[in-house]
């Protein structure tokens, strides 16, 4: 069953990617050759471009064996997605054959680059990574190249080395469209006219991630904001002071409990813009605690305590960034270069401040009570939280 909905989620996603085939080839193509340059040659460089489009037809045919071992490092297990992320690529690298090693590294970078280092050591022909912090793991990644390992972002951008392949993940700044777009209706929709008193706050400021989703909600907000119909009553509107600390719930509260003190206790918080489902919960709870009515608050992740919080009407949105689908690409990606095929086409890039980066980019969507059911038709287990 579960096999069935994974080869189905594996064979759309390969139409996709035929219907693509064409765009980006020179970028793949250098992509692909940087990592197969340096497994035909230790002691070269391995991002050199030159070398690395000389060496292409070698490279696309190498491939490895199908019961390679494969890496997967993850930053941490503190959200939903990246423990689905742990059981997931355990289960379906197993049955396509491969022996996986599935790491999280507590928030931790040094451990993090020990844990890739081991994979290394270990003889694993790909390593997927989802980086605690998007510019701390260049040289071990780099060690992963030159000895001839291709390397996938998973779900958050690897910066400023050219020792990446491509990425997978959803689209972040896209994602934070999403977010400010419904701050902006659940407002109209649930606290009549504005303007509205509003608070901000982004994610973890190592990752990524975060930022992007701050840019993408603020590229909807702002003009808002400039507009007087949302007013930041702290005036707390820049990322770095808005930002959460390694995504801790903890500290979210923290910060919401001394907006609260600070700045309404003479009036009601109409909204605040979160981004991810558990800095919402902390959120909603400081307002709570705080005797202030239920603001609108955002999330991300469609975590399960959330996907009930949206259906009971206590959090207004989440934004769905379905793990199986992320995990489908990866495998589908890595079963490519186990086939000696490289990495799929992609007509999407991003520069990381040393290359062009191919990212195989797929669409998040927001979740409000209205469309929960919609959205979570074949998903059984979140299905099953709607009642
Ligand atoms: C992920 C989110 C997650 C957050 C904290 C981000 O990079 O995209 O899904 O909530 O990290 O773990």
Redesign the pocket.
Known sequence: MAKKKVMALILSAALAVTALAGCGEAREGSANAAADASAAAESTEAGSDEGAAADESAAAGAGFEADATIGVSL??L??Q??KEAETMFTEQLTEAGFKPIVQAADQKVPQQQQQIESMIENGAKVIVV?PIDGTQLGSVLEKAKSSGVYVIGY??LIENTEAVDGVV??G?VR?GELQGQALLDGLKAQKGEGPYNVELFG??PA????PN?FKGAMSVLQPEIDAGNIVIVSGQTDFTQCATED?DNAKAQKRMDSLLAGNYSDKEIDGVLS????IGRAIITACEDAGQPNPVVTG??AENESVEWVWQGKQYCTVA?PTQDLVAKSIEIIKSLQEGSGMPATDVSTNNGKIDVPIYELDPVVVTKDNAKEVFANDPDRMALLK
């Open positions: 930053p941490w503190g959200t997605n990246w989802g779900d958050r993940q959803f972040s994602t994610g973890g990752d990524p991630n975060a989703f995504w981004p991810n489902d558990g991300l992740d960034k």
